[in-house]
């Protein structure tokens, strides 16, 4: 189709240098091949991430395992090897953390499931669900209260919305549904089951372009009540779909005719009114988009800035998204499509992406930083100057941060404790650092030890990564200061280099 192409031009230009957001880690999960295609996230039981993605050279689908929530140690898994399979992933996890993905057998264009026997998927079950005609493109999958897979997906010769519900946890049965055979439908379908397991279809009608959502009477799916969300010129592209506490539908989109990324937030369960907010109205943005609800219902959507060639994410501060944050995760170029965003209990956003200029699987995770600036490192003189540094947080917080300060017997500090909430986060705090003058005989130049604790609600920043600014090391919350002894004649050494903490990252 047209937009296809369009997108794959937008691509053509990526360059190979990049850097990353100071409070962002990044991961490169898997290098080798042609890897990152149709990338899906889940976050395991202990909060570790889990991949599902195609790997373009080898043809496969493969699933990158995280051995820890910080993704220090990963493991790469080839699930289906069987001839050109695994575009289209998406992935859940059962009620043991075993993978299930749902995907596309390309060179045969059916609609399989994979089914992993363990949180390794050292073994999995492969199935063909489907294998009338040229389906299984567009699928999104989750698990009903029985464990059993359900699957939106596409037949793209008809132009048919199908929905496919497995009758048990391995889908040794399967029943398949024409959910929405109307027009052109079914394409970038995104798929939520709420608390009876209706399945809730967001979808882009290509012959009306519009955004639509198909609604299941019931588990079945043996009809739907299908409506149109937004029917503003060309709109629905890359939906992500989510229900709020009250199924409510959510869902991001683009809207291609201003190349903006849109939002449509139903006001009632059966969507009888809608209110659409434009979220990021930069052009040519809004492409591959993954939502998430945060535990007051506020959306977070991760996203692919198709003209700067990034990775954004665009956070709502309320559900109705009065007010709206945006973000560069990663400056790119040639990075940031097929964007799948997940969001652990710490409200910190995890989000895997592909890097088209060296064709990798990424992995982008907020770190709560903390910024120890000190200038020229810190000095203070018994009965004599003193110095000062700022603390500086590297992103909002969600909950506020209390910040106390304690020193040995050689300094103090001014203030000893302070804090930081969403409102001025951004606002350094200013430490005053003065040398205690005592009448001991000491080196000319000795240090002093201070030492930064956190609490809050926000459990990342109870323990923040904490940098001095131009060091890469996570300090563990300690900063050195150098006292200069007035007990015997000192030689001053302002341009002492500071000691630095090893590296505890």
Same mark, same amino acid.
């Given at each position: 189709?047209?937009?296809? $192409? ?14 990353? #957001? ?10 080798? !091949? ?12 202990? %909060?570790?991430?889990?991949? =599902? ?22 493991? +790469? ?20 953390? #075993? ?26 079950? /492969? ?20 464990? %059993? ?111 903006? /990324? ?11 009114? *809608? ?43 309320? @559900? ?14 040639? +990075? &940031? ?26 992995? +982008? ?7 120890? *600036?000190?200038?020229? &490192?810190?000095?203070?003189?018994? !009965? ?15 909950? @506020? *941060?209390?910040?106390?300060? =304690? ?6 500090? =001014? ?20 040398? *205690? ?8 130049? #000795? ?7 956190? =609490?809050?609600? #926000? ?6 990564? +904490? ?20 007990? $015997? ?17």
């Amino acid at each position: 189709m047209k937009r296809l $192409i369009v997108f794959l031009v937008l691509l053509a230009a990526a360059l190979t240098t990049r850097e990353a #957001h100071a409070a962002y880690r990044i991961i490169r999960l898997d290098t080798t !091949g042609d890897a990152g295609w149709f990338s899906s996230i889940a976050l395991d039981s202990a %909060n570790r991430p889990v991949v =599902s993605y195609f790997d373009d050279a080898t043809d496969d689908l493969r699933v990158a395992i995280c051995a820890t929530p910080r993704c220090n140690y990963w493991r +790469v898994v080839p699930v289906d090897t069987a001839g050109s399979v695994g575009d289209y992933t998406a992935l859940t996890l059962d009620a043991n953390d #075993h993978p299930v993905i749902s995907y596309r057998a390309a060179f045969d264009s059916d609609l399989k499931v994979a089914i992993c026997g363990d949180p390794l998927c050292s073994t999995a079950t /492969l199935r063909t669900l489907d294998s009338n005609g040229f389906v299984g493109a567009h699928t999104d999958i989750a698990l009903d209260s029985g464990g %059993n897979p359900v699957i939106s997906y596409a037949d793209t010769l008809n132009g048919i919305l199908k929905v496919a519900i497995c009758g048990d946890p391995t889908c040794a049965t399967v029943t398949i549904q024409l959910v929405d055979d109307t027009g052109f439908s079914g394409l970038y379908t995104s798929l939520a089951l709420d608390a009876a397991d209706r399945p809730t279809i967001s979808y882009y009608d290509e012959a009306t372009r519009d955004l639509r959502l198909a609604r299941c009477t019931d588990a079945l799916c043996t009809a739907a009540t299908l409506i149109t969300l937004d029917d503003t010129d060309e709109v629905g592209l890359y939906t992500s779909l989510a229900l709020d506490a009250d199924n409510h539908p959510v869902v991001s989109y683009l809207d291609l005719t201003n190349t903006t /990324l849109d939002l449509a937030r139903c006001d009632d369960a059966t969507c009888t009114t *809608v209110a659409l907010t434009t979220l990021d109205p930069t052009p040519v943005v809004g492409l591959d988009t993954s939502l998430v609800l945060d535990p007051d219902g506020s959306p977070a959507v991760s996203y692919f800035d198709a003209d700067g060639q990034t990775l954004r994410l665009a956070v709502c501060a309320d @559900p109705d998204c009065d007010t709206i944050s945006i973000e560069t995760l990663d400056d790119g170029p040639g +990075v &940031g499509s097929y964007t799948s965003i997940a969001l652990p209990p710490s409200g910190d956003p995890v989000i895997s992406y592909r890097d088209f200029a060296n064709g990798d699987l990424l992995l +982008v995770r907020a770190i709560a930083e903390i910024r120890l *600036v000190t200038g020229d &490192g810190l000095q203070a003189e018994e !009965g004599g100057s003193t110095d000062s540094y700022a603390v500086a947080f590297e992103y909002a917080p969600q909950q @506020p *941060v209390r910040v106390t300060l =304690s020193t040995d017997e050689e300094c103090t500090v =001014s203030p000893t404790a302070f804090t930081r909430s969403r409102t001025d986060w951004q606002t350094p705090e200013t430490i005053t650092v003065a040398a *205690v003058d005592d009448a001991i005989v000491e080196d000319p130049l #000795h240090d002093c030890v201070i030492t930064h604790t956190f =609490s809050s609600g #926000h459990a990342a920043f109870a323990n923040p990564m +904490v940098r001095v600014a131009g060091r890469p090391f996570d300090t563990g919350g300690l900063l050195l200061a150098t006292i200069v002894d007035d007990d $015997i004649a000192p030689t001053r050494l302002r341009d002492r280099p500071p000691v630095w903490l090893p590296d505890q990252w």
